[in-house]
């Protein structure tokens, strides 16, 4: 690593101002600082300083991502040789599971990416880390089936749209990789919830004739509260929380997701305020519409919808993302419940719209400042009452 340190440090000046290559000074400092800390720190203002730094902090939420990724790749390849009725060995589930996922991930890494560098050549800016889990979470968003260059522009829309015109890494009021997935949903709407695009490989008919892929969330819409396969084969609550059912990427095991939200917990980069509170959220909801329970749809029990569709990853995942979530301690709390109970509102109201994790998260990122505001005005005048009366 010393013998890199010095390597890196000799050709530096030509990429500093007044060197050869000083235009890519930025280009240069991405792939520095992925390589080593930076040596520098903020010139101006009053910050706590400690070894948590950005980097740091989004290495910890892909470490976190990691155990979805892989069942991830691990399911792909599941629900491909099972709609095709056939019988694979472990690798070659997993094979073709790599197969269809890596090429995705590729994709949303290089497209997001090149689109950040860009900006920040033009701006003169240092290239952020913040795309490092942009890009890792798009790919577990998606459908298995998803064309790639479906992917490249749902990413480009996701930078561009979603961050860059706010500024970029840290000024954006929408979740990138959400608005990549709302971009898809609206644009392209028979690639998010068809139910062939969720088991891989099936659009050239090699699916069984009695073999459907509908996520259960998309059953229980259809008014299928019983959870089938379509083959005959049940889904049971132990498979939807190992997670051998269809649905996006990275979103099917809860056993997966419940590490990752360990990993953020322990290390603290996750709010478990907005996790616990969200949680909340959801249940309310869903006892409240088991107490009325006008449809099927309803008498789903309120802890089955927190296995169904995309609830646990957007809590731990999405709703938890530092930049577009609320601040204050009090309005993590109010932020995080409000995106519960609107996730399953909106799922179970809405029929032509099961997935409301989706919406629910970036309605509440625009809401966002406004809860701290009215919590932070909240406060200031609690402490002139208080004032007033000593």
């Given at each position: ?10 050709i530096?000046?030509h990429?500093?101002?007044?060197g ?21 720190t903020?010139?101006?203002g ?33 629900q ?30 290089v497209?997001?990416l ?72 609206f ?20 699916t ?56 953020l ?7 478990l ?34 296995l ?83």
């Open positions: 690593m010393n013998k890199l340190r010095r390597t890196v440090d000799k530096k000046p990429f500093q101002k007044g050869k290559f000083a235009k890519l000074e930025s280009t240069f400092g991405a792939f520095e600082t992925m390589l080593f800390v930076p040596n520098h903020t010139k101006s009053a910050h706590i300083r400690d070894a948590m730094d950005m980097k740091r902090t989004m290495v910890v939420v892909i470490f976190a991502l990691v155990p979805s990724l892989l069942f991830g790749i691990y399911n792909t390849g599941y491909h040789f099972l709609a095709i009725g056939e019988s694979a060995e472990f690798w070659s589930v997993v094979w073709y599971g790599l197969l269809k996922v890596v090429p995705i991930v590729i994709v949303s890494y497209v997001g090149a689109i950040e560098f860009i900006f920040a050549q033009i701006r003169g800016h240092e290239v952020n880390e913040g795309f490092l889990v942009s890009g890792f979470l798009i790919p577990l968003i998606m459908p298995a089936d998803v064309p790639l260059w479906m992917v490249a522009v749902a990413t480009a829309f996701a930078v561009i749209i979603g961050k860059e015109v706010f500024g970029g890494t840290g000024m954006n009021i929408l979740n990138p990789a959400l608005t990549a997935r709302a971009f898809l949903f644009a392209y709407p028979a690639w998010m919830s068809g139910d062939k695009v969720w088991v891989g490989g099936m659009v050239d008919g090699q069984l004739d009695a073999f459907s892929g509908a996520t259960p969330l998309a059953q229980a819409a259809a008014g299928n509260t019983s959870f089938s396969l379509g083959n005959g084969a049940g889904i049971d609550t132990i498979d939807m929380i190992i997670g051998t059912i269809p649905g996006s990427i990275g979103e099917t095991s809860k056993i997966a997701i419940l590490i990752g939200a360990a990993i917990l322990i290390t603290r980069v996750g709010s305020r907005i996790m616990l509170s969200m949680l909340a959220g959801g249940v309310t909801m869903g006892l409240l519409l088991n107490t009325f329970a006008a449809n099927p749809f309803m008498e789903i029990p309120w802890w089955e919808h927190l169904i569709g995309s609830f646990l990853f957007g809590m731990v995942f999405m709703a938890t993302d530092p930049v577009t979530a609320s601040q204050t301690a009090k309005g993590k709390i109010i932020y995080g419940f409000l995106i519960g109970f609107l996730a399953i509102l909106i799922r179970v109201l809405n029929p032509a719209y099961p997935e409301g994790t989706m919406l629910a998260i970036l309605l509440m990122n625009v809401f966002a400042p406004l809860i701290d505001h009215y919590v932070v005005q909240g406060n200031i005048k609690k402490r002139m009452k208080r004032l007033k009366t000593t």
